[in-house]
């Protein structure tokens, strides 16, 4: 299935599996290291190039996006920012050795980021994260998925209603 902007990337996708987490990073050792320390606890995917990340996403099902912020071709904020459109439902993590306030309120507003993780970072707060990421995307497939009965129950209650008048 191809997923576009309408449709959302958590079409057949289990609630209870593990998180889907993309990380992208210029840093083939970092992307390295992630995989290494997280393979067991996430379904783990890595690219070091943007558009790579963005197929990624749409191919995979992704998601819980992390971008580290300094990249040549593209910033992590312009990355998350792209994905936000024609992902909303991937929570978005942003990894940035800046601490100027800048460079973090364009994260939070063009991004839409869930969160900013300031590098150098350590490995359980990065799980944690993720961790409640992928609490707010379960939530968010909760509430789709709720969303989409009461619009099919509210389509045979109009149903019902007309046949109703009719007779």
Known sequence: MTLNSS??????????????????????????AFRANFRDSF????STTPVDAYHLIEAEKIQIAIADH????????EFLESISSDFPCVQRIL???HTELVPLVEAVNKGKVF??????FNMKEISGMI???????????????????????????????????LS
């Open 7 to 32: 449709q959302s990337n958590s079409d057949s996708v289990e609630i209870n599996e593990k998180p889907r987490v993309l990380y992208l990073d210029d840093d083939q050792m970092n992307l390295d």
């Open 43 to 46: 379904t783990v995917f890595t």
């Open 70 to 77: 300094n990249m040549p071709s593209m910033s992590g904020v």
């Open 95 to 97: 990894l940035t050795g």
């Open 115 to 120: 969160r900013i993780l300031t590098k150098p």
């Open 131 to 165: 961790s409640e990421a992928w609490k707010q995307c379960r939530d968010i497939m909760v509430q789709e998925k709720l969303i989409q009965q009461l619009k099919r129950q509210n389509a045979q209650f109009e149903f019902i209603l007309r046949q109703r008048l």
